[in-house]
């Protein structure tokens, strides 16, 4: 039976403009390139970005939901860097112990993806101020 995700596929038009923004702006690892294909390493999961060989390939892209260790942070290093947000981080879960952040964006090729954070409620004294700021202090 299945075991893991070993790839993923991201359909990019521009494969240059891509490998730019996956490598230069979100901080993936690149790997390789081949023609019409390029590879990074997000954790031990390869994404392979690539130009789609036939029409039945050339659709938008699942949405791929990247962690983060504090999106509030990694929110405001990428929106400076251009990318654009869907929406701003917001709290989508409260799991107990620990609660489920989100933040959609645009990828270079159109492509919605996301930064998610599952942290500890009211892990620290920052805490209060940082649900304020995201709309979760209830």
Do not use: W
Request: hydrophobic share 40%.
């Amino acid at each position: 039976m299945i075991l893991s995700i070993s790839q993923i596929h991201v359909p990019v038009k521009d494969l240059k403009r891509a490998v730019a923004f996956y490598r230069d702006v979100l901080g993936m690892k690149f790997l390789f390139e081949v023609p019409n294909m390029a590879f990074f390493d997000c954790d031990g999961v390869r994404v392979m970005l690539g130009v789609p060989e036939s029409p039945e390939f050339n659709h938008p892209a699942s949405i791929i939901y990247y962690s983060v260790d504090n999106i509030l942070h990694v929110h405001a290093t990428l929106r400076s860097s251009g990318v654009q947000f869907v929406s701003e981080p917001h709290k989508v879960a409260d799991l107990g112990e620990k609660e489920l952040l989100m933040a959609f964006f645009r990828d270079s090729e159109n492509n919605t993806a996301a930064i998610t954070e599952e942290r500890m409620s009211g892990a620290d004294e920052g805490q209060e101020k940082e649900d304020d700021e995201i709309g979760g202090g209830d």
